[in-house]
């Protein structure tokens, strides 16, 4: 009843308002014959105000087995439902209950979708009855071998997709080719092709971030012998950071996917150990991916705060705080700080009870009677730029309207417009406008540095000095808002022409 208003054969009870699609089946299979497969994508829970009951959705089920298709397939929510179905912070499987519910009333095969993206997951739901199939699209852009990796024992080797939408969907919807954050040859296969090599070389790569990470298994896998150095004792640059926040979780199976490809392909790893020029000599090729700093915003009193890297690396922080900067780190900063305790995609009950997601045998629809209800904030945050603009709007444009949703229901208060006048012991003062009118002090016990980031090159610098030849990638070449696909993409092009 939420669109479909009609008062003729089309609509009104549900025989009339289920019609159309039990016909669209029955044609469909007139047309093909008895032996085609045939398969029907069913919502199981809309997310939206009088969406379907959990008996409408039995009795669609069951009225469109009969009417000639060969498997069901769920879905879950509508494109307009303000509630994520399928991004990072959805813990994996999380609807997979529904399938298992519904396929004891129909007599044809089940298979259950969204947040599936590993072997293991997917075994799961079948081990434990709750369907008779998974499906899978994103996680077979970022590793095209998924099931052959699987099959053969090789699971701790498939690209893991990471359901960040940046280089699928969101290039989607933006009339872009699609290709995958962690894959960038998927849609690419053709123009990015990674050719053994005939001319073996010695290259270094400086910086085991996303793009130097890339770039040295590329390398190392079409036979060049590379030296991966980091001055850091792990692998994995900013990505470390990022996996600190709730609701990017995924991220350290990203990070463990690069540890065990690193090392797969053959590529020497040096941690702790600084680069210098000396170093690289009688290298063939370097390869400076040495990522960024945090940029200086000159605010007076700036000694009063502390970085967004601090923060992320467990620094002490205060009940109250006022976060400088209003882009994608500052958003998850903001985001690590309500949070306390387990993260809401590590725990499924938690998650629905944060967004309002019901039970469809009780409210049509699927929504919970009493709306979202996530846990008080650990910390009152302020979320503040200078822009005079929604804060977030860089985001992501289908994850974008999520982070924005979550940090408002965890009451954080995004200003917009802002000029920092000043960080003092009593906290962040400001005023607003072009004319720096209404100045007022936000009183906060800490004050985050989130003001963006710029390349660390020093190292690129000496070698120029040096007149030694070399490549930058990554946030050492273009170091705004961290940008992972592009670092990626970056450093896998750069290392199939090597």
Known sequence: THVNRRDDRWGGDYANRMRLPVEVVARVRAAVGAHFILIYRISLIDLVPDGSSWDEVI????????????????GIGWHEARVPTIATSVPRAAFVHLTGRLRPYVGIPVIASNRINTAEVGEGI????????????????????????AATGRAAEIAPCIACNQACLDHTFSGKVASCLVNPQACNETALVYTPTDAPKRIAVVGAGPAGMICAMVAAGRGHKVVLFDKAQALGGQLNLARQVPGKEEFH?????????????????????AARVDDLRGFDEIVVATGVAPRDPGIPGQEWAISYIDVLNGAPVGKSVAIVGAGGIGFDV???LVHSGVSPTEDVGLWRREWGVGDPAVTPGGLAEAGPAPDAPARQVWLLQRKAEKPGRGLGKTTGWIHRAALAMRGVKMLGGVYYEAISEAGLSISHGAGRERPELIAVDTVVLCAGQIPERSLADALTAANIAHHVIGGADVASELDAKRAIDQGARLAARL
């Open 334 to 336: 903001a985001e690590y």
């Open 59 to 74: 009795l669609l089920a069951q009225a469109i087995e009969a009417a000639g298709a060969t498997i069901l397939n769920t």
């Open 126 to 149: 079948l081990a434990d009855g709750l369907a008779d199939m998974v499906s899978m699209a994103r996680p077979l852009l970022a590793d095209p071998d998924f099931v052959r990796k």
């Open 253 to 273: 199976g990203l990070v463990q996917w690069f540890e065990t490809v690193v090392s797969g392909t053959g590529v020497e790893v040096r941690l702790g150990a």
